[in-house]
């Protein structure tokens, strides 16, 4: 079971990125995916998640700007993140089947 992100990168405030995470060794499409992410000096949120019935989680303080979807065809889940702000700014995981990525930076700054 493998999840490797990517997509982070600096961007400005009110900016948008786009984060990928491809998944192998598993059977993605009946997998929930979930996307978290670690501030520095702080603990471990959960940001998204697309369960298995097809609903979706975000935590409040991305609720309206973050958008999670996948494309099974691809074993690709996605998190597209708009208007972001300084406080997004932490290193983003993908999780599934109880494993981890290996996390992709996202900076927010002018």
């Known amino acids: 079971v493998q999840l490797v992100e990517s997509g982070g990168g600096l961007v400005q405030p009110g900016g948008s990125l786009r984060l990928s995470c491809a998944a192998s060794g598993f059977t993605f499409s009946s997998s929930a995916m979930r996307w978290a992410r670690q501030a520095p000096g702080k603990g471990l949120e959960w940001v998204s998640s697309?369960?298995?019935?097809?609903?979706?989680y975000y935590t409040d303080s991305v609720k309206g700007r973050f958008t999670i979807s996948r494309d099974n065809a691809k074993n690709t889940v996605y998190l597209q993140m708009n208007s972001l702000k300084p406080e997004d700014t932490a290193v983003y995981y993908c999780?599934?089947?109880?494993?981890w990525g290996q996390g992709t930076q996202v900076t927010v700054s002018s």
């Open positions: 697309f369960n298995r019935d097809g609903s979706t």
């Open positions: 999780a599934a089947q109880g494993i």
